[in-house]
């Protein structure tokens, strides 16, 4: 009698902790999307997609720019394991539920890699995601020291790599000089490693009204040109490209395309988005 309660027990012991696996019992939010498909990434190389779930705190739509915390981020923010996020020049929301709830274990974009200008869009470049996603590694071979997250990281590494070696090129066979005009001033970091030149910024600020006298200043740049502008950007701008003569190219800065399934697939996909826009 007891070997056979023994032996109950110990089924219904790997039962949950196979099912609390399954389910993905280390948590890693993410503020955004692009960060959560860095973090996905590492954890697939990893091959523990069955003990990391990997969130995302701002959904589609939701700016950074001006984004209000609700109690059930609060929530989610205390109850994550590990909290990536791109830091207070861009999320100033976070920095208070951080500095109260997240005393350890909270990775900012901008202390693994010091940002080198007021554009807080470092995720667009891809020797920095190399270098948070070695961080994110590390975080994780702490709680999963069994886990070849060395490996993870090597593969994650040479595959952006690969990825910029044919990207560079791509952009190095253009004829002429390469230049755009966005909307949004937060291109920067992708368009300087592929020599691409940003010829004018309508705002630093998404909502930001514009002048008709930084209009007439950027128009002879912009006309019969494109004008670069993020997805969720896109009814702002749509005036401001008629007033220039010029066509939008809608970018997807945050990957709220739910068909962008690793960070290869956004880097990709922006890079065809500025490519199409050049003249």
């Known amino acids: 009698m007891l070997l056979r309660s023994r032996v109950i027990a110990l089924i219904f012991t790997t039962m949950f902790s ?131 997250l060395a490996n993870a990281r090597l593969q994650f590494m040479q595959r952006l790599q690969h990825q910029h070696e044919q990207l560079f090129a791509q952009y190095s066979a253009l004829p002429g000089s390469k230049g755009v005009v966005v909307y949004h001033n937060g291109f920067g970091y992708f368009l300087k490693r592929y020599g691409v030149k940003q010829l004018a910024s309508l705002t630093d600020v998404p909502e930001q009204q514009i002048s008709m006298k930084q209009l007439l200043a950027v128009k002879p740049l912009a006309s019969q040109r494109c004008l670069l502008v993020d997805k969720d950007e896109q009814q702002l701008a749509a005036g401001y490209a008629l007033k220039l003569d010029a066509r939008l190219a809608v970018a997807d800065l945050l990957a709220a395309d739910d068909t962008l399934t690793s960070y290869p697939d956004f880097l990709k996909r922006l890079s065809d988005t500025v490519a199409d826009c050049l003249p």
Do not use: C, M
Request: proline share 4%; charged share 20%.
């Open 18 to 148: 196979f099912n609390a696996s399954a389910n993905g019992d280390y948590q890693v939010l993410a503020s955004i999307r692009p960060l959560a498909l860095i973090v996905q990434d590492i954890v697939k190389l990893a091959e523990l997609e069955n003990s990391v779930s990997v969130d995302t705190l701002l959904q589609r739509g939701q700016s950074a720019h001006h984004y209000a915390v609700k109690l059930s981020d609060i929530q989610r923010i205390k109850s994550a394991n590990l909290l990536v996020w791109v830091g207070p020049q861009l999320e100033h929301f976070l920095e208070k539920p951080i500095t109260q709830y997240r005393s350890s274990n909270s990775l900012a974009f901008s202390t693994v890699v010091e940002p080198d200008s007021e554009d807080s869009h470092q995720w667009l470049d891809y020797e920095r995601a190399i270098k948070l996603a070695d961080a994110v590694a590390v975080q994780l071979q702490l709680a999963f020291p069994r886990a070849n």
